[in-house]
């Protein structure tokens, strides 16, 4: 007698689809579970064999097997025990229904039959869509968040006795289906900061919206006080919100590693992780691989504060995420993919003191000092990080000073403008932003306007920019010009675009 089921391991971000299937036979009675299961799994038989027992169906007293199919992917947690113990009520004949051909199952039993959420359920509720299939049984805990995904009927089970409840009374199966609150329960928490509440610093809030308008990375160097921490933290708060297909991304990421209030994130993340965390803090890792802060601020901003004291080998583990906007981490010949398209702002002081260039306080470093502290920072990471400001010490009338400041709000209608502009640009591309704009690009917008062509060919010539610097001013000017909403990039917006690479001026 066989019997197979659909449910779901995850891949990193990703659910693929597992085949649970069952034989039962006559024989010593046992219970083998097969697949390369892990610890976890083989406990699932005594949760399973409880629970079935205590909701009240029988256990049959045969030698039943339970195979997870493919076998070569390693399988994690106790996903499978509401799958597994449907199979075995149903081959041994306790209940039948249609409906397990057109379903897909997860979930976790309590010993006394009840079922537990589980993480990841966005990534499984994705994949049963691609499946095709009609409906989708979680766990009642988990029925928002899968809730979240349109196209699919879910339907949420407190216990394994109205799990099967539901499975016999085929005709009425409609009345279960989790009623959607439209696009979900919208986590809307305004942020508590804003950018108006920034003195002074005219000239890093310019360069702060040109940086958020087209994603790019930016370095702020100024002495403590100076405001760089209040500039990065309030970056998100004049970026556009996410779309649906973003937030459903982004709130992908966040279940896989930990259990929350599940609602859809719909605003752009903000990570600043300490100098001190560890290497699978930052990028991922573990034995089964969790995303890490680069991943966290997937579509969002990560914000490394005090760059010079992160290790080497930190900072240099970031190059190839930059590069390639996401991270795949092997473990047991298993490759995990995880997202990571971020936008990086890096803060630093000038010198070990802080006061490197300040008019009114005297830096108390020797030269070599200065030295040994910028060769600190990572030659190839400074290479990608497209633009640099230095922020002066803030005076006393800069906070007395009553002039109007533009909220954050303003700020984000014109980047919100910027970003549409560039969505129509990159409608049939893969990239997003004008700071993954490659060769193609760049040309064809130097091309366009021949006076700035001239300009840039004879500043190519004179300035010390390396080619990827030289295309990421090009970049920058691009996204200067989206902010005017002009087609052509102009001299000006070049002009303005070389005051940002401030570390090949000095
Ligand atoms: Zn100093």
Redesign the pocket.
């Known amino acids: 007698m066989f019997f197979k089921l659909d449910s779901f391991s995850l891949m990193g971000i990703e659910a693929i689809k597992v085949s649970v299937e069952i034989h039962i036979s006559n024989g010593m009675p046992s219970f083998t579970i097969v697949g390369l299961p892990d610890k976890s799994i083989n406990e699932a038989r005594d949760r399973v064999k409880a629970s079935i027992i205590n909701s009240g169906f029988k256990f049959p007293m045969k030698k039943i097997i339970i195979n997870l199919s493919p076998a070569d992917l390693r399988k994690e947690g106790s996903f499978y025990d509401l799958p597994i113990a449907l199979a075995i009520i149903a081959l041994s004949g306790q209940v039948s229904s249609d409906l397990f051909n057109y379903s897909s199952f997860i979930g976790e039993l309590s010993l006394d039959g009840l079922i537990n959420p589980v993480r990841g359920i966005l990534s499984m509720t994705q994949a049963a869509v691609q499946m095709k299939k009609n409906y989708f049984f979680v766990p009642k805990g988990n029925e928002d968040e899968a809730g979240l995904i349109k196209d699919i009927a879910i339907i949420g089970c407190a216990d394994l006795a109205e799990c099967i409840k539901i499975l016999k009374n085929k005709e009425e199966v409609s009345k279960f289906v989790y009623k959607s609150h439209g696009s979900g329960n919208v986590c809307s928490n305004k942020h508590r900061v804003d950018f108006s509440e920034v003195k002074g610093q005219s000239r890093a809030k310019r360069a702060m919206e040109i940086a958020a308008s087209g994603m790019h990375n930016i370095l702020m160097i100024g002495p403590p006080g100076s405001g760089k921490s209040m500039l990065a933290e309030r970056a998100v708060t004049i970026m556009p919100d996410l779309n649906y297909d973003e937030s459903i991304e982004v709130t992908k990421i966040y279940n896989l590693v930990k259990r929350r209030k599940y609602e859809l994130i719909i605003e752009r993340p903000f990570r600043n992780p300490h100098h001190t965390i560890s290497e699978s803090g930052l990028i991922g890792g573990g034995i089964y691989p969790k995303p890490g802060e680069i991943s966290l601020a997937h579509k969002g901003i990560l914000f490394l504060d005090e760059f010079p004291e992160f290790s080497s080998r930190l900072s240099e583990s970031l190059r190839q995420p930059i590069e390639n906007k996401s991270i795949v981490i092997t473990r047991n010949n298993v490759s995990y993919k995880f997202p990571c398209s971020f936008m990086l702002i890096l803060a630093m002081n000038p010198?070990?003191?802080?006061?490197?260039g300040d008019k009114s306080k005297r830096?108390?470093?020797s030269k070599k000092e200065?030295e040994k502290y910028w060769r600190r920072i990572s030659g190839p990471i400074l290479d990608r990080i497209d633009m640099q400001i230095t922020l002066p010490r803030l005076k006393e009338e800069d906070f007395l000073e009553n002039v109007f400041v533009e909220n954050s709000c303003t700020i984000k209608e014109r980047v919100s403008k910027a970003f549409t502009i560039q969505n129509k640009r990159y409608l049939n591309d893969i990239i997003n932003h004008n700071s993954e704009a490659g060769v193609c690009y760049i040309n064809n917008w130097i091309n366009q306007n021949q006076d700035l062509k001239k300009v840039v060919a004879d500043f190519s010539k004179k300035s010390r920019l390396t080619a990827r610097g030289m295309s990421s001013l090009i970049k920058i000017s691009r996204t200067i010009a989206d902010l005017e909403n002009s087609d052509e990039i102009t001299q000006n917006h070049f002009i303005e675009a070389f005051q940002y690479k401030i570390l090949n001026n000095i």
């Open positions: 010198c070990f003191c802080g006061y490197y830096c108390r470093c200065v």
